[in-house]
T-cell receptor
Framework: GAVVSQHPSWVICKSGTSVKIECRSL??????MFWYRQFPKQSLMLMAT?????????EQGVEKDKFLINHASLTLSTLTVTSAHPEDSSFYIC????????????FGEGSRLTVL | AQSVTQLGSHVSVSEGALVLLRCNYS??????LFWYVQYPNQGLQLLLK??????LVKGINGFEAEFKKSETSFHLTKPSAHMSDAAEYFC?????????????FGSGTRLQVQP
């Protein structure tokens, strides 16, 4: 199946700094990617849809200026958490649709962000 | 909007016992349905999917699920649990009506397998 890779897997940063997480589709092209956030022992919540060549679409309640998304190419989407605070600590997972029309998504390994 | 409900946040079974994880969907149009598994600090791996081709779907690692329209259910089963099955399981739905490709996830069920 299709492979999606995220980097970094773990990141610890100081409050007030910015952190960038990369999501790559390794063996296929993705014009759309999805960013999810997962709190401990909870489900995945869709944050935004990343669109290659255009602006991201954010879900209600997600701060656009806090979570900057860029879809620079057909294989790369980035999520930048700006001016991070401890409440931004979470597990962030990206995903991309495969080539079929059946709606399945392929997920990256996830990135755990800890803001001190 | 499409949604799925997973009954039971925790399920514990003995090794070798039947595994049954419940998922019900809400939709006027039969959606695409998925079961994913997540191991600690990892992403999600697709176990199986329902795309209307067959109501009984077989997936990886011996799991299967049956789509029952009359019950709006898509429960996940495995005849004999293995220790390695201990993980978090998520049911998810794709909205065929709108064509929205992002999946909506259930709240998850943590499966524990006792030796």
């Amino acid at each position: 199946g299709a492979v999606v890779s995220q980097h970094p897997s773990w990141v610890i940063c100081k409050s007030g700094t910015s952190v960038k997480i990369e999501c790559r589709s390794l063996d296929f092209q993705a014009t759309t990617m999805f960013w999810y956030r997962q709190f401990p022992k909870q489900s995945l919540m869709l944050m935004a849809t990343s669109n290659e060549g255009s602006k991201a679409t954010y879900e209600q309640g997600v701060e656009k200026d806090k979570f900057l998304i860029n879809h620079a190419s057909l294989t790369l989407s980035t999520l930048t958490v700006t001016s991070a605070h401890p409440e931004d600590s979470s597990f962030y997972i990206c995903s991309a649709p495969g080539g079929s029309n059946t709606g399945e998504l392929f997920f990256g390994e996830g990135s755990r962000l800890t803001v001190l | 909007a499409q949604s799925v409900t997973q009954l039971g946040s925790h399920v514990s079974v003995s090794e070798g016992a039947l595994v049954l994880l419940r998922c019900n969907y809400s939709s006027s149009v039969p959606p695409y349905l998925f079961w994913y598994v997540q191991y600690p600090n990892q992403g999600l791996q697709l176990l199986l999917k329902y795309t209307s081709a067959a109501t009984l779907v077989k997936g990886i690692n011996g799991f299967e699920a049956e789509f029952k329209k009359s019950e709006t259910s898509f429960h996940l089963t495995k005849p004999s649990a293995h220790m390695s099955d201990a993980a978090e399981y998520f049911c998810a739905v794709s909205d065929r009506r709108t064509g929205r490709r992002a999946l909506t996830f259930g709240s998850g069920t943590r499966l524990q397998v006792q030796p």
